[in-house]
């Protein structure tokens, strides 16, 4: 299983960040995983920030519920993450990855910074 996410690479603060996850090798309808979305803040530690399962049932971090959104596109093997009003803060390397009994495989991550 591969993992490929896809970003802008640049919002401002306040819009809508929008990430893409490209799965190969696997589908994320079938088996016992989930699907999720880590983000790394520069000199900071991971966030898990929510996940999928293979039913389109949505798992988030509690911090970021309101702010977040999960879905998929089960034609294309995709899923994404929505994350409204962001800030500065938000800038960060997002990762998306396969869960099951811990973390892996992951995609490479994309940066995506906010600044106006």
């Known amino acids: 299983v591969q993992l490929q996410e896809s970003g802008p690479g640049l919002v401002k603060p306040s819009q809508t960040l929008s990430l893409t996850c490209t799965v190969s090798?696997?589908?994320?309808?079938?088996?016992?995983?989930?699907w999720g979305w880590i983000r790394q803040p520069p000199g900071k530690g991971l966030e898990w920030m929510g996940a999928i399962d293979t039913s389109g049932s949505c798992y988030y971090n509690p911090s970021l519920k309101s702010r977040t959104a999960i879905s998929r596109d089960t034609s294309k093997n995709q899923f994404t993450l929505q994350l409204s009003s962001v800030a500065p803060g938000a800038t960060a390397v997002y990762y998306c990855?396969?869960?099951?009994?811990?973390?892996?495989?992951w995609g490479q991550g994309t940066q995506d910074n906010v600044s106006s």
């Open positions: 090798g696997g589908s994320i309808t079938t088996g016992g995983a989930v």
């Open positions: 990855a396969r869960g099951n009994r811990g973390w892996g495989p």
